[in-house]
């Protein structure tokens, strides 16, 4: 069946870095982009960051450019999201999803989602 998950979440101090790892198994990954969407704690869920399938164009919310690099490793079945200078407002918990589409930002033009891994940033 299909399954994204996701790992590599975990406690870290202000300015560190995190990387998150995506592992998609029960679809043809290499036809699907990937995005990345974080929920903290009595806030919706946002857009953090999309790749093509091709890694040809990727896009960023405002909040993390400079930041946040994702990238993707067709070979593996693998997404990634590379976090660095994390920040408090970084906390959340972090969710993988794929889509046909070629770009998307929005939730709901992802067809399949991850489970979440938590991120906490300390001050």
């Known amino acids: 069946q299909v399954q994204l998950v996701e790992s590599g979440g975990g406690l870290v101090q202000t300015g560190g870095s995190l990387r998150l790892s995506c592992a998609a198994s029960?679809?043809?990954?290499?036809?699907?982009?990937m995005g990345w969407f974080r929920q903290a704690p009595g806030k919706e869920r946002m857009f953090v960051a999309t790749?093509?399938?091709?890694?040809?164009?990727?896009a960023y919310a405002d909040s993390v450019k400079g930041r946040f690099t994702i990238s993707r490793d067709n070979t593996k079945n693998t997404g990634y999201l590379q976090m660095n200078s994390l920040k408090p407002e970084d906390t959340a918990v972090y969710y993988c999803?794929?889509?046909?589409?070629?770009?998307?930002?929005?939730?709901?033009?992802?067809?399949?989602w991850g489970q979440g891994t938590q991120v906490t940033v300390s001050s």
């Open positions: 999803a794929a889509t046909r589409k070629r770009i998307a930002t929005q939730q709901n033009e992802y067809e399949y």
């Open positions: 029960g679809f043809t990954f290499t036809f699907y982009t």
């Open positions: 790749i093509t399938w091709d890694a040809a164009n990727t």
